[in-house]
C-alpha cells in the first residue's frame, strides 16, 4: 500500500518561504513519476509541479516557475517542494501525488496515489 505524508504547511507573509515535504512509502519510487498539486477554497485541483524520480527531470507550471523548486531524495523517498518568494495567491491546500510510469502529467486524474494535503496561507 503506498502511503503520502505531507507536512510544512503553514502561514508566512508574503515574500516568505516554505518548503514542503512528503514521505512516501510503501514500494520503492524508481520509474515514478511525483508532483505536487494545490487546491484553493472554490478552485479546482491544479498542477504546481513533476518530478520523474529516476531521472531528476522536472516540470512547473508558468505561475510557479522562477520560484518553486522540486526535489527528492532517494535515500529518505522523500518530495520536496522549495517555495519562495510567496504570493497570497499561492494560499492553498498543497498535495502529494505519485503514479507509476510516463513522463509528464498535469491532470489530478493521471495520478494513482495522494497524499491528505499540507495547507499554505500567505498573508498580504
Known amino acids: 500500500q503506498v502511503q503520502l505524508v505531507e507536512s510544512g504547511g503553514g502561514l508566512v507573509q508574503a515574500g516568505g518561504s516554505l518548503r514542503l515535504s512528503c514521505v512516501a512509502s510503501?514500494?520503492?519510487?524508481?520509474?515514478?513519476?511525483m508532483a505536487w498539486f494545490r487546491q484553493a477554497p472554490g478552485k479546482e485541483r491544479e498542477f504546481v509541479s513533476a518530478i520523474r524520480w529516476t531521472y531528476g527531470i522536472t516540470y512547473y507550471a508558468d505561475s510557479v516557475k522562477g520560484r518553486f523548486t522540486i526535489s527528492r531524495d532517494n535515500a529518505k523517498n522523500t518530495l520536496y517542494l522549495q517555495m519562495n518568494s510567496l504570493k497570497a495567491e499561492d494560499t492553498a491546500v498543497y498535495y502529494c501525488?505519485?503514479?507509476?510510469?510516463?513522463?509528464?502529467?498535469?491532470?489530478?486524474?493521471?495520478?494513482?496515489?495522494w497524499g491528505q494535503g499540507t495547507q499554505v496561507t500567505v498573508s498580504s
Open positions: 501525488a505519485a503514479r507509476t510510469g510516463g513522463t509528464y502529467y498535469t491532470r489530478p486524474g493521471d495520478y494513482d496515489y
Open positions: 510503501g514500494r520503492t519510487f524508481s520509474n515514478h513519476v
